[in-house]
């Protein structure tokens, strides 16, 4: 039965599309309304012409397509509206499982996530807030000997015991340096560290060094 069915419809069409063949022939149209929209075709189209546009020609031949971007349409005017966890801003968003209104705050939320997941993060809840060392200011630290509360601040701290350490060697130094010395060869008085210097410049060392080469030549011959 659905054999006989089959070649009925086929034969149906074949009819069909012979009539229209035959009026394409004799100057008629076979197509009246657009297959799309459903709308008269103009006249200034061509004879066989099925479609009001290039559009309805279109949209009927890839409907699919049309339909699966329709539907997407539907999906983001839903999503439409959302609010960030993060930044707590209202946004429409591109994606349907879209949750953040940009990559920024993506990534601040898994930085935040993965900071919670760590030891210092239970040791800060555990804590008690303290005073920090370098501005004063009252922090939550995440372990015992935790002075801080920014790199800042233990920078500044950690230049100011630097330059006190300077200053206080400096100062040791300039006790130590014995006074009153003068230049083996130029008389001039010696402002140096060391304790055993005994010239006052390099232009003296060199006279004496080349003294103590003349002196060995002579010991030699």
Not at 73 to 98: F, K, M, N, S
Request: hydrophobic share 25%; proline share 3%.
């Amino acid at each position: 039965m659905s054999d006989v069915t089959a070649q009925e419809l086929a034969s149906d069409e074949d009819a069909l599309r012979l009539r229209r063949a035959q009026d394409v022939r004799s100057g008629l149209r076979p197509y009246e309304r657009c297959r799309n929209c459903r709308k008269k075709i103009p006249e200034t189209k061509r004879r066989d012409a099925r479609y009001c546009s290039y559009r309805c020609g279109y949209r009927y031949r890839n409907w699919d397509g049309l339909r699966a971007e329709v539907e997407r349409a539907i999906r983001l005017a839903a999503c439409a509206g959302r609010t960030c966890p993060e930044c707590r801003a209202t946004y429409d968003a591109h994606r349907v499982d879209q949750v953040y209104c940009s990559q920024a705050c993506g990534r601040r939320s898994r930085w935040r996530e993965r900071y919670r997941q760590q030891p210092r993060y239970n040791a800060q809840l555990r804590l008690d807030p303290t005073s920090c060392e370098g501005c004063g200011e009252s922090f939550r630290p995440f372990r015992a000997n935790h002075k801080f509360c920014s790199r800042l601040c233990r920078r500044r701290a950690w230049e100011l015991r630097t330059n006190a350490k300077h200053k206080k060697r400096a100062a040791y130094q300039a006790q130590r340096r014995p006074r009153g010395r003068s230049c083996v060869v130029c008389g001039a008085s010696i402002d140096h560290r060391r304790t055993d210097a005994k010239v006052c410049s390099k232009a003296c060392r060199h006279k004496v060094q080349w003294q103590q080469q003349l002196e060995r030549r002579r010991r030699q011959t």
